[in-house]
């Protein structure tokens, strides 16, 4: 974790809302003798949604809560009663906040209230409602809720601001925002006074931007020396650069030796760095080798502009803020567009993969499985049935004789542990008969019985 109470970088751990289970129930009312099924299916999970805050300035928040979990889904109810949905959970970031995944980027969140669906609450499980068939009347089973996606995720800030501020440790990087902000930054007198970025808000002759002031540059920044490495991606987004120098230069460095290291360590870091406008400023006007500073200056680099200023006093700065607000209204915001993805080929995920441990117990993987286990409800026996079913309906049971399953041995699937017993053949009836229960007769079969009590009662005569 970084000092103080700046945070751009965080590893989060999320987990969406379980569905909610579905209900098994029947109607029994008075006078009702076949109510049949009436159970309700389970609410939803709720979602996890990161949402830009352009209130926000550091992802402090979430290093001290990293993990994240959305609520659960409500049971079913009786008559055909919908749980209740579990509520999304928002998490707040702030603007330039980068998401990712296994290295891959998911989402740039730039613009306030953008919001990303990081995780997907399951799915709520069905009641016995939802099974009854014409073959099926009175279904005895009900599905669990689908569990809520999981996920490690990698949330890194990028500062968005309009100008940003470069120049070695000392320079008046911080006194200068100061000066054109209600920023107040640490100052003082010696060097990396600055620890974290600080940001503050101009308005300069009816135009508003805002500027990101970064710990010190000093030579091999850009390979991890000093603390501005750390903070260099902070300027990425920024439209307009202003190199503040020190007339005195920094570390036995002249001016323009200073100039040229940071110049070196920007296009080193990234090559965008070094082609955004940039201006010169020459601070500390009261110091006796200022002018003599700036007038070199002045000659050495003819294609940029070159101010002479005291941010202490504010002698100059009017001049640089001109410029700025002249070079931004020149300058439009970058828009990022996706880089085009070359043409691939989308392989489908297997629904099951099989794997013979070292103990020699079969290990059967895939997310769709795991989730037909995690639905199934094993105390009922229906539900066990229709499980086994499936099994065979995806082709387990021709592929685990293909790998040499033998009666007696153990799998393991969705933490689930089963004996095979030689096949996956009982599947649910076609009719199932219950405890209490009788199926009600056809007309044609009521004719037909009839039909022959008649047929026997002559036969008697």
Not at 229 to 246: C, G, P, S
């Amino acid at each position: 974790m970084q000092s103080g109470s700046f945070l751009d970088r965080v590893k989060i751990y999320i987990t969406a809302g379980k569905g909610g289970d579905g209900c098994l129930s029947f109607r029994r009312e008075k006078f009702i003798e076949f109510g049949g099924p009436n159970g309700g299916c389970g609410g939803k999970g709720g979602d996890i949604i990161l949402q830009a805050d352009p209130n926000l300035t550091t992802l402090l928040e979430l290093a001290y809560n990293p993990h994240i979990e959305a609520q659960n889904g409500e049971k079913g109810g009786t008559y055909n009663k919908t749980g209740r949905a579990g509520e999304d959970r928002i998490v707040r970031v702030p603007c330039g906040t980068i998401v990712r995944q296994d290295g891959e980027i998911l989402v740039d969140l730039t613009k306030p209230g953008q919001q990303f669906v990081a995780a997907k609450g399951g799915m709520g499980g069905r009641g016995n409602q939802s099974f009854k068939t014409r073959n099926n009347t009175a279904p005895h089973i009900a599905e669990n809720g689908q569990p809520g996606e999981e996920a490690t995720l990698i949330l890194e800030l990028k500062v968005l601001a309009d100008l940003g501020l470069v120049g070695f440790p000392n320079a008046g990087k911080s006194t200068f925002l100061s000066r054109i902000s209600a920023a107040r930054p640490r100052i003082a007198d010696y060097p990396f006074t600055t620890l974290n970025p600080n940001l503050g808000v101009t308005l300069h002759k009816g135009i508003s931007f805002a500027t990101a002031d970064i710990p010190g540059i000093i030579e091999g920044a850009s390979e991890g020396k000093g603390l501005g490495h750390q903070f260099l991606k902070h300027i990425e987004r920024t439209r307009v650069l202003l190199h503040i120098v020190d007339p005195d230069g920094f570390d036995g460095m002249s001016a323009e030796e200073s100039i040229k290291v940071i110049e070196k360590e920007l296009k080193a870091f990234d090559k965008k760095l070094a082609q955004k406008p940039r201006i010169l400023a020459v601070n500390k006007l009261d110091l006796p080798s200022a002018k003599k500073t700036y007038e070199a200056l002045k000659k050495k680099f003819k294609k940029q502009k070159v101010f002479l200023m005291s941010a202490a006093t504010g002698e100059g700065v009017q001049a640089v803020l001109d410029e700025i607000v002249k070079i931004l209204a020149a300058t439009p915001v970058e828009i990022i567009m996706p880089e085009a993805k070359k043409a691939v080929v989308h392989k489908v995920e297997p629904i099951f993969t099989i794997e013979r441990g070292d103990d020699d117990i079969i290990y059967i993987k895939g997310k769709k499985i795991e989730e037909f286990i995690a639905m199934t409800n094993f105390a009922q026996p229906e539900a066990v049935t229709r499980l086994r079913g499936i099994f065979k309906k995806i082709g387990l049971e021709k592929a685990l004789n293909k790998q040499g399953v033998q009666d007696g041995d153990t799998l393991i699937v969705g933490g689930r542990e089963f004996e095979w017993n030689g096949d996956l053949d009982e599947e649910a009836p076609t009719q199932p008969e219950h405890t209490g229960y009788k199926r009600r007769a056809t007309k044609a079969e009521r004719l037909a019985k009839r039909n022959a009590r008649r047929k026997a009662k002559k036969e008697e005569e």
